[in-house]
Each structure stands twice: as structure tokens, then as C-alpha cells.
């Protein structure tokens, strides 16, 4: 009988133009057997530094000199080959930039005072491809920066949707988890996951939070309905 090879542990970048704050990440996320491969103190450094080393995730700082967090991510996200997760760190709950971060192709965001193995689960989260905004938070962030769309036909790409996917995608929008979407349609939580997948797949879209962003800026659900 062969046993099979121990995994690699998860590799990150840590990305903030303020030195003591990187070095807390870095000792947090060692002491937890992660691999810290890289720093950056700004944006351009950080898409430099991902190209070369490609991690699985990248803390990703919001506001920072010569390139912020959100143009940085943008870039990340539009480079060849396997691109990581990226987890906005802000001091400012709900500010304008991570909504925008999220937009860019980030996996969620996380105030930069989180407990060290609240962020250290985070860091797994993301690398898994699931989001790290709570449910409770998608819909406090939309409610914040989302601006109303105007009536009329989805979008061509949600087109394609089942009304079943269409549901699961209202449901996801409100800030529901597996668990619960599963209870409310009368569906298992594995097959709420499936079709999850499927709307992920159909919508080229990267995960929870991005569907839900996609949901109101459609028109598909709005703020302040029931």
C-alpha cells in the first residue's frame, strides 16, 4: 500500500505599501504553514511580483501609491496562464474601492484588523475558488454602491439562464447560502452547488460574489425589493 504525497501548502502574495502591516501578514500566515513567496508596496510591483511567482492567492491591499488595489487587480486578472485568487485587505468597511475591487475580479474583502485565523481560513476559502464576503455583507455592499438599473430585457449573457438558474441566481443576489437556497426551492444543498457551477460556467463568471454583482447591475434583482 503507497501512501499518497504530502499536498503543498498554499502559497500567497502579500501586497500593502506599508511594511510593518506586511510583515504581520507574513508572520501570521508562516506561523500557519503557508508560503509567503513574495511582498509588493504597490500596485505595480504587485502585478510584477504575481507574474513571476504566481501564487495561489494575493492579499491585496486597496489604496496604495503609483498603482491602487483595484487597477492592480484588473491587471492581475488579465494575465496568461493560472491567475490567483484575490483577497482585498481595506481599513474602510464597505468603501467605494472594494465594491470596485470586486467588480475587477477579486474573491472578496476582508478589514485589515481580522483576527489572524480568521484571515488564515480566508486565505484557504479563496485558494478553494469560493468567496470570503459574508452573506450578510454581499447585500450591505450592493445596497451601499450598487446603483439602480434601468428596466428592461437581461442582458444578452443571462439569456441562456433556466428559470431555475434564474432563481438560484436572485437567491444568491440576496445574500442566501447553499443551505439556505436549498431550503427555499425544496433542493439538497449539492444540487444547489450544481447549479451554482452552472451559472458560474454560463455567466464566465469567478464565483458567489460576482454573480450576485451581475444579478443587480442587470436588473435582475433590485434594491429594495421584497
Known sequence: MTSSAPSAPLSVVVVDDQELVRTGFRLILERAGLDVLGEAGDGVEAV????????DVVL??????RLDGVEATRR?????????RILVLTTF???????????AGASGFLLKDVPPADLVHAVGVVARGDSIVAPSLVARLL???ASRPPLGALPEVMESLTERELE????????LSNAEIGARLFLSEATVKTYLSRLLSKLHLRDRVQVAVLAYESGLVRIGDP
Open 48 to 55: 510584477e511580483v504575481v507574474r513571476e511567482v504566481r501564487p
Open 60 to 65: 491585496m491591499d486597496i489604496r496604495m501609491p
Open 76 to 84: 492581475i486578472q488579465a494575465l496568461v496562464g493560472r491567475r490567483p
Open 93 to 103: 468597511d464597505l468603501d467605494e474601492y472594494v465594491y470596485a475591487a470586486v467588480r
Open 143 to 145: 445596497t451601499e454602491f
Open 168 to 175: 438560484v441566481t436572485r437567491l444568491v443576489a440576496r445574500g
